[in-house]
């Protein structure tokens, strides 16, 4: 399948690729798919004053799940927390040009965002957590 | 050395020069239609097939009259299973197979399935070979056809076809092969090997694509076949249509070739595969062989790098034509069937490649395909997080992951 020259240049030089510590104050983790499915996003926000300062991602699957989840972390940063929240896969679609077969690499970053987006916001401790976004996708 | 690499020698191969040279005059000077018996065009062409049939026969040990054309392995294949279920249904019903074949065989047998015909699918260990003791236990008195095939197209693993066609023997039942990776490749010899029909392919053995055989037994016992096309009776009636005599006498060449080249070919071919193995797996950890470790076809490499994804990893190597079990190359998204059937997991068959060494590769591609390999799984296991996990000395097997 040919790969747009997006999915090209995140897959050779990715955005923010790394870690932080998941105990660090205002990181928020989400770790989304499985191994059995081809693949595992994990991806970490960094918080501060209610704004994403830092944001980190590490990968397993194919290539447009790597481009996903790189742009994903491009995205993130600078905006608010409610901000993010409001990332839809589409976006990302368009931004990438993924084909129809690669749309749930997409997803899996939607809800790579929606996880890490929740773990921040239980660690915050927040109250008005909707219950919805409490499950990790 | 000239990039981009070519090095998926299972899923085809280049026309040998000396195979196009030997086809070229049969497109315009010797262009008969070699069923024409009234003027030396047809004469010539016929002479041009032929002689490309005693080549084929000869390298299989079977007679000239035994090689049916077809388009290719698939048509082959799906002329063995329809064409003696349809001749020989009086006789019985089940069709015994393995879970590894090719998916002309499957397929085949999924659509005999839909007409009532009942197929059991063979277990394969895992190496990748069916058992011949579980063949002997499948047949029953309805049994009209066994079709194993000799070499696995993805790991390579080569089944015990001389154990089995025995059994089929003793038991009066029909045993198909489907050779289309091993002939060429390995010795084949239709009489040691018990086999009554056997499908095969030119373009996998560096001769031209839509243009196959079927071996159908003539003699102890005589196959018959219900055809699938209809027509003007060529090839002993089993398969009408006139012979592409191009196709048909590169087919002939390429197997005199094999048969001429084999033994220094599959040592050249085996000792550059082994450098490639070594390479890969002495540099990196946690690389897993796919197949039988030493009954598998001398080109044949098919490993899963542990923490990465095939497709991502073939990405990173896009330079160097390979093939993998990931789910991400197939429209279906499961990963490859073969894999599953031996027992690997889904985690590991998505991280799967295969590597086809073939007759034009050198020693300085597999050098530089090691090397490449090495550099992208590092750079994808950086980038992993399983392989970070497993770093840090968690189980992967016992996270709780949300399978989606």
Same mark, same amino acid.
């Given at each position: 399948?040919?790969?747009? =020259?997006?999915?090209?240049?995140?897959?050779?030089?990715?955005?923010?690729?790394?870690?932080?510590?998941?105990? =660090?104050?205002?990181?928020? #983790?989400?770790?989304?798919?499985?191994?059995? %499915?081809?693949?595992?996003?994990?991806?970490? +926000?960094?918080?501060?004053?209610?704004? +994403?300062?830092?944001?980190?991602?590490? #990968?397993?699957? %194919?290539?447009?799940?790597?481009?996903?989840?790189?742009?994903? #972390? =491009?995205?993130?940063?600078?905006? #608010?927390?409610?901000?993010?929240?409001?990332?839809?896969?589409?976006?990302?679609?368009?931004?990438?040009?993924?084909?129809?077969?690669?749309?749930? %690499?997409?997803?899996?970053?939607?809800?790579?965002?929606?996880?890490?987006?929740?773990?921040?916001?239980?660690?915050?401790?927040?109250?008005?957590?909707?219950?919805?976004?409490?499950?990790?996708? | 050395?000239?990039?981009?690499?070519?090095?998926?020698?299972?899923?085809?191969?280049?026309?040998?020069?000396?195979?196009?040279?030997?086809?070229?005059?049969?497109?315009?000077?010797?262009?008969?239609?070699?069923?024409? !018996?009234?003027?030396?065009?047809?004469?010539?062409? &016929?002479?041009?097939?032929?002689?490309?049939?005693?080549?084929?026969?000869?390298?299989?040990?079977?007679?000239?009259?035994?090689?049916?054309?077809?388009?290719?392995?698939?048509?082959?294949?799906? /002329?063995?299973?329809?064409? @003696?279920?349809?001749?020989?249904?009086?006789?019985?019903?089940?069709?015994?197979?393995?879970?590894?074949?090719?998916?002309?065989?499957?397929?085949?047998?999924?659509? /005999?399935?839909?007409?009532?015909?009942?197929?059991?699918?063979?277990?394969?260990?895992?190496?990748? !070979?069916?058992?011949?003791?579980?063949?002997?236990?499948?047949?029953?008195?309805?049994?009209?056809?066994?079709?194993?095939?000799?070499?696995?197209?993805?790991?390579?693993?080569?089944?015990?076809?001389?154990?089995?066609?025995?059994?089929?023997?003793?038991?009066?039942? /029909?045993?198909?092969?489907?050779?289309?990776?091993? @002939?060429?490749?390995?010795? @084949?010899?239709?009489? &040691?090997?018990?086999?009554?029909?056997?499908?095969?392919?030119?373009?996998?053995?560096?001769?031209?694509?839509?243009?196959?055989?079927?071996?159908?037994?003539?003699?102890?016992?005589?196959?018959?076949?219900?055809?699938?096309?209809?027509?003007?009776?060529?090839?002993?009636?089993?398969?009408?249509?006139?012979?592409?005599?191009?196709?048909?006498?590169?087919?002939?060449?390429?197997?005199?070739?094999?048969?001429? &080249?084999?033994?220094?070919?599959?040592? !050249?071919?085996?000792?550059?595969?082994?450098?490639?193995?070594?390479?890969?797996?002495?540099?990196?950890?946690?690389?897993?062989?796919?197949?039988?470790? *030493?009954?598998?076809?001398?080109?044949?490499?098919?490993?899963?790098?542990?923490?990465?994804?095939?497709?991502?990893?073939?990405?990173?190597?896009?330079?160097?034509?390979?093939?993998?079990?990931?789910?991400? *190359?197939?429209?279906?998204?499961?990963?490859?069937?073969?894999?599953?059937?031996?027992?690997?997991?889904?985690? /590991?068959?998505?991280?799967?490649?295969?590597?086809?060494?073939?007759?034009?590769?050198?020693?300085?591609?597999?050098?530089?395909?090691?090397?490449?390999?090495?550099?992208? @799984?590092?750079?994808?296991?950086?980038?992993?997080?399983?392989?970070?996990?497993?770093? &840090?000395?968690?189980?992967?097997?016992?996270?709780?992951?949300?399978?989606?």
């Amino acid at each position: 399948m040919a790969y747009s =020259e997006k999915v090209i240049d995140h897959y050779n030089n990715p955005r923010n690729m790394g870690s932080f510590k998941k105990d =660090e104050d205002g990181v928020g #983790t989400g770790i989304v798919g499985a191994p059995e %499915c081809g693949d595992v996003m994990k991806l970490q +926000i960094k918080v501060e004053n209610e704004t +994403i300062v830092d944001a980190k991602f590490k #990968t397993f699957g %194919c290539g447009s799940a790597i481009a996903s989840s790189s742009l994903a #972390t =491009e995205w993130l940063k600078g905006k #608010t927390v409610d901000e993010a929240g409001q990332i839809k896969n589409t976006e990302i679609v368009q931004e990438l040009n993924l084909p129809p077969v690669k749309i749930h %690499c997409s997803v899996l970053a939607e809800d790579a965002i929606k996880a890490a987006l929740n773990d921040y916001k239980k660690k915050a401790d927040t109250e008005d957590v909707p219950e919805e976004a409490a499950t990790p996708a | 050395m000239k990039l981009p690499i070519y090095m998926d020698n299972h899923s085809t191969t280049p026309c040998d020069p000396r195979v196009v040279d030997a086809m070229l005059p049969y497109f315009t000077e010797k262009f008969g239609n070699s069923a024409s !018996r009234n003027h030396s065009f047809g004469w010539e062409a &016929e002479e041009g097939v032929d002689q490309a049939r005693k080549h084929i026969a000869s390298l299989i040990n079977a007679d000239a009259k035994e090689i049916v054309f077809t388009s290719g392995a698939t048509e082959s294949d799906n /002329l063995a299973l329809k064409g @003696v279920v349809e001749m020989y249904k009086e006789k019985g019903d089940h069709v015994i197979t393995s879970s590894t074949e090719h998916r002309a065989v499957i397929d085949a047998a999924k659509s /005999l399935e839909k007409k009532g015909v009942k197929v059991t699918y063979l277990p394969v260990d895992k190496d990748g !070979r069916v058992d011949p003791d579980d063949v002997r236990k499948a047949i029953t008195d309805k049994t009209i056809l066994i079709s194993i095939m000799l070499a696995n197209n993805e790991i390579g693993t080569i089944h015990p076809i001389a154990e089995i066609g025995k059994i089929a023997k003793e038991k009066g039942v /029909l045993f198909h092969c489907d050779a289309t990776q091993g @002939v060429g490749k390995i010795p @084949v010899d239709v009489q &040691e090997l018990g086999v009554d029909l056997m499908a095969f392919t030119a373009h996998k053995i560096y001769g031209p694509k839509g243009i196959g055989a079927l071996y159908v037994r003539r003699k102890a016992p005589r196959v018959r076949l219900a055809p699938m096309i209809d027509g003007g009776g060529h090839e002993r009636g089993m398969r009408s249509g006139t012979l592409p005599v191009p196709l048909v006498v590169g087919f002939g060449k390429a197997i005199e070739l094999c048969a001429k &080249e084999m033994p220094e070919e599959s040592v !050249r071919t085996m000792a550059l595969r082994d450098r490639l193995q070594d390479g890969i797996m002495g540099a990196l950890e946690e690389v897993y062989l796919n197949g039988h470790e *030493t009954d598998r076809l001398p080109g044949n490499l098919n490993v899963s790098f542990a923490y990465v994804e095939g497709e991502a990893l073939l990405m990173g190597v896009k330079e160097i034509a390979l093939s993998s079990g990931s789910a991400c *190359t197939s429209a279906t998204l499961e990963p490859s069937y073969v894999l599953r059937a031996l027992g690997v997991g889904s985690d /590991l068959a998505h991280s799967s490649i295969r590597f086809g060494v073939g007759r034009f590769t050198t020693p300085e591609e597999v050098e530089y395909t090691i090397d490449r390999m090495i550099k992208a @799984v590092n750079h994808l296991r950086e980038m992993s997080p399983l392989y970070e996990m497993a770093k &840090e000395g968690i189980d992967l097997k016992t996270v709780q992951w949300a399978v989606h």
